[in-house]
């Protein structure tokens, strides 16, 4: 076997198995989904230390978001699990804080509603049409992800009343880019649903 055969064969075994560091991190992060949903609503969302305690594993959660991407991409892992594991561990992490808000009553039900049906109704397309590939996130939704996350980090930090307009602005702008980003997964969808169209 020559070198670059086997420089090419490791770089297949690299990109085909999905147990590796950036895999790994986007499974912690939906590991600590639950952790983070208890933490939040326990002692009904009044106790500080607890919300603080919420808000550092979100944070965590966070943090592994930015580099199992980072690291899938420079180490050349990029694998169709995680393509698919990471806007799930993003979509349960943000909807699991959303939900609790809502029933704690810092939250309106229908913000909540209207993002959840716009993630459950994504992911189901992204399911529908995976046999013919993958459709990685766009530019688009991965700024509504980063909106999204500052607006819930805002929500379940105890911060002053007198800020509490601010983090009610950018759920705001949150809920509107989550509607907005909807559309191009759905035109994504149609091109790779469409006759004539080879998976990827």
């Keep these: 076997m020559t070198a670059g055969a086997a420089r090419r064969q490791s770089r297949d075994w690299r990109t085909a198995h999905w147990y590796h560091l950036p895999n790994a991190l986007t499974v912690l992060r939906i590991v600590a989904v639950p952790l983070f949903v208890w933490l939040l609503a326990h002692d009904g969302g009044d106790d500080v230390r607890w919300r603080l305690g919420a808000f550092a594993v979100f944070l965590a959660a966070i943090i592994t978001d930015r580099y199992d991407g ?113 559309w191009e997964y759905f035109v994504a969808a149609y091109r790779l649903w469409r006759p004539g169209t080879t998976a990827r």
């Excluded at 810092?106 to 992204?126: D, N």
């Excluded at 459709?135 to 805002?154: E, R």
């Design 70 to 182: 980072y690291l899938a991409r420079r180490w050349n892992r990029v694998t169709d699990f995680g393509k698919m594991a990471d806007p799930i561990a993003d979509k349960a992490l943000i909807g699991g804080g959303l939900v609790v808000l809502s029933w704690l009553g810092e939250l309106s039900w229908w913000a909540t509603g209207l993002i959840l049906a716009r993630e459950g109704l994504v992911t189901l397309v992204r399911f529908l049409v995976i046999r013919r590939g993958v459709i990685p996130a766009g530019k688009g939704g991965k700024i509504k992800t980063v909106v999204q996350s500052v607006a819930l980090g805002a929500y379940v930090l105890p911060l002053p009343q007198v800020l509490e307009p601010v983090a009610t602005a950018i759920m705001l702008a949150a809920v509107v880019l989550t509607l907005v980003t909807a």
